[in-house]
């Protein structure tokens, strides 16, 4: 039987299909179909909004999905219903960061912090969460669900937004301020129990989850080998950051030793002519696609 996967439709779903390409599975979607095709015949996907994929998995519409944090809390303080997380995958749609919902007003506000927005009105589409927030302060508010263009909203429409933001780039042109984080949210691959009580559909979501998060580890990350003579080895591993420790093999001529580590990409371009410096012969950059820890 072929596992049922949700991929989320709108700002998550080119950055998850990268990612899921990267992890060594090729996702095609046309813009005509909610049924991507995938080039693994044990999966079958669908294109669901990230707002509503906790209550597919939930319900069983699907086996598996990816959608952020912020949706599932959404949807547990809704329905009171929760799903299994089974990866936690730190990316955006922008970035390999975490979205935060906060709590923002006009610059010229006279609102300072949360306890000032007693009686306040609150625009925003994560509602039951950040009633939720409001209510762990003891504020009462109003919070209205908001349909889009919410960072529009104040003054006249509302006092106050929650919204997601990765850089606060948009709050700032809306002439917003940022009073607090409500929460910070990333994706999550989320299954339900009936999937993983099944073993053939269990292993399919847990060997997902392993590419998934091999993927996101080789991000930002390259592969350096080198040749140094022996007498020199010390000063070249000194100058070596290394994911864990750099691998040092013998070569035919005993007096050399090939040496191979895994490191943050941006570091390569200085490191290279320090280790060309200190004796270096044959280095070699290459790219990563996955590293499992």
Known sequence: MKLKLGIPKGSLQESTVQLFERAGFNIYVSSRSYFPTIDDPDIECTLIRAQEMARYVADEAVDAGLTGIDWIAEHQATTGKSVIPIADLVYSKQSFRKVRWVLAVPEDSKYKKPEDL???????????????????????????????????????????IVEATETGSTLRANHLRIIDTVLESNPQLIANNRALEDTDKRTKIENIALLLRAAMEAQGRVGLMLNIEKDKLDTILSALPALQKPTVSALSDDKWVAVSTVLEERAVRELIPKLRAAGGRGIVEYPLNKIVL
């Not at 409001?134 to 349909?147: A, D, G, Q, R, T």
Request: aromatic fraction near 10%; hydrophobic fraction near 40%.
């Open 118 to 160: 007693e009686g306040a009105r609150i625009s925003t589409e994560l509602v039951r969460a950040t009633e939720e927030y409001f209510k762990k302060l003891n504020v009462n508010v109003n919070v209205e669900f908001s349909w889009g263009a919410t960072e529009v909203k104040p003054p006249d429409l509302a006092d106050a």
